[in-house]
């Protein structure tokens, strides 16, 4: 059972590394001006609450399988990300805003948010993979 817990999150986790560089490749096309900000903040918004639910799913997971210090290593970045969801002004068009990305350096925030959530689900990846291996050698 442990050995499917950790290759669900493993999925899981391949997933939001591919969200993390998506969203660091749009941005990067918007600081660029290849793509123009109501466009890039549709193709990210999309993706908001997939992510959420992906990484609130496998923090459930950990905390249903005790195992605590995976869990406690969740909690903080899911919390943000609902917080993040949550505390969307009215009006805004989601998370990513293309009135205000440019404003108050967002956009900056926006792409060192992203680098920093990519290094994260990397860490996860390999602590991931490592309890999976060994969770099927001791099974």
């Known amino acids: 059972m442990e050995a499917v817990v950790f290759v669900f999150s493993l999925l899981d986790c391949c997933a939001l590394i ?7 490749i749009t941005l990067s096309d ?20 997939p992510e959420l639910v992906g990484h609130t799913i496998v923090t459930v997971l950990m905390l249903i399988s005790l195992h605590w210090f995976i869990f ?8 943000w990300n609902i917080y ?3 505390m969307v002004p009215s009006g805004n068009m989601g998370v990513f805003d293309p009135t205000e990305i440019h ?11 992203a680098m920093i959530k990519l290094g994260f689900h990397l860490l996860c990846f390999f602590m991931y993979l490592y309890s999976m291996i060994l969770a099927l050698i001791n099974d």
């Open 18 to 24: 591919f969200l993390s560089v998506y969203f660091i």
């Open 30 to 49: 918007l600081e660029c001006d290849y793509i123009n900000a109501r466009s890039c903040c549709s193709k990210l918004n999309k993706w908001v609450i």
């Open 72 to 79: 406690l290593l969740n909690l903080p970045v899911a919390t």
């Open 84 to 86: 993040r969801f949550v």
């Open 103 to 113: 404003n108050r350096g967002q956009l900056k925030s926006h792409m060192k948010e």
